[in-house]
C-alpha cells in the first residue's frame, strides 16, 4: 500500500507571498492532519480534516488554512508569508476510529 | 492545554546496550501513546504504540505506560548504530497529536 505523499517536497518562497500545499493520504484513511515543525518548536499541531469536515484546530493564526476533499486528499494554504513560516510541514493520515497517524516526507518551505 | 515533556538531553549509548527513554503528559484523559523516530532529515516514523497500563513489545523495542503517574518510556534493547535518531513521545486526543520535544539517542559502535 503506498504511503502519504506530499507535493512539493521543497518550496521558495518571499516574504508576502501565499502557498498551496498538498497531501494525498494512505489510501483508505480518511482523516489528514498537518502540522509544522521547526528546530525551536518541534512538531506543532495545524489543522485534522475527516470526511471533508475540519474537527480540530491549532493554535495559528488565520493565515493557515486548509481543507479536504472527497477523495480525502487535503491542501494547506499559507497567505501572507513571513519569515517565521519557514519549517517542514507535514501530513500525517490516519483511519477512522484509530488514532495511529502515519507521516508523509513533507515539505520543506523556505521564506526568504 | 496538552503537554508532552520529554527532559533528558541527548542520549549515549553503547551498540548492544539499553536505551531508555522517558516522557510524561499533562492531559489525565489521554487514553493512546506514541513513539515515532526521525531521522535527520527526515519525517517522523511511527515504532510504537500503547494504549493500556503496562508493557507492549514489539521486536527490540518495548513501549511502558503508567497512567497513574502520567508516564510513557520506551526502551531499545541491543541498541544498534541505525537506532540513532531523534524519538519522539506523542500522546493523541481531541483528533490530534501532541509531541514532546524528542530526545536524540547516539548509539556508538
Known amino acids: 500500500k503506498a504511503g502519504v505523499t506530499q507535493t512539493p517536497r521543497y518550496l521558495i518562497k518571499t516574504r508576502g507571498q501565499q502557498v498551496t500545499l498538498s497531501c494525498s493520504p494512505i489510501?483508505?484513511?480518511?482523516?489528514v492532519s498537518w502540522y509544522q515543525q521547526t528546530p525551536g518548536q518541534g512538531l506543532q499541531f495545524l489543522f485534522e480534516?475527516?470526511?471533508?469536515?475540519?474537527?480540530n484546530k491549532g493554535n495559528f493564526p488565520g493565515r493557515f488554512s486548509g481543507r479536504q476533499f472527497s477523495n480525502s486528499r487535503s491542501e494547506m494554504n499559507v497567505s501572507t508569508l513571513e519569515l517565521g513560516d519557514s519549517a517542514l510541514y507535514l501530513c500525517?493520515?490516519?483511519?477512522?476510529?484509530?488514532?495511529?497517524?502515519?507521516f508523509g516526507p513533507g515539505t520543506r518551505l523556505t521564506v526568504t | 492545554q496538552k503537554e508532552v515533556e520529554q527532559n533528558s538531553g541527548p542520549l549515549s549509548v553503547p551498540e548492544g546496550a539499553i536505551a531508555s527513554l522517558n516522557c510524561t503528559y499533562s492531559?489525565?484523559?489521554?487514553?493512546?501513546f506514541f513513539w515515532y523516530r526521525q531521522y535527520s532529515g527526515k519525517s517522523p516514523e511511527l515504532i510504537m504504540f500503547?494504549?493500556?497500563?503496562g508493557d507492549k513489545e514489539d521486536g527490540r523495542f518495548t513501549a511502558q505506560l503508567n497512567k497513574a503517574s502520567q508516564y510513557v518510556s520506551l526502551l531499545i534493547r541491543d541498541s544498534q548504530p541505525s537506532d540513532s535518531a531523534t524519538y519522539l513521545c506523542?500522546?493523541?486526543?481531541?483528533?490530534?497529536?501532541?509531541f514532546g520535544k524528542g530526545n536524540q539517542v547516539v548509539v556508538i559502535p
Open positions: 500525517a493520515s490516519g483511519a477512522a476510529g484509530l488514532h495511529e497517524q502515519y
Open positions: 489510501s483508505g484513511h480518511r482523516s
Open positions: 480534516y475527516f470526511s471533508e469536515t475540519q474537527r
Open positions: 492531559d489525565r484523559g489521554s487514553q493512546s
Open positions: 500503547i494504549y493500556s497500563n
Open positions: 506523542a500522546d493523541y486526543g481531541n483528533n490530534r497529536l501532541a
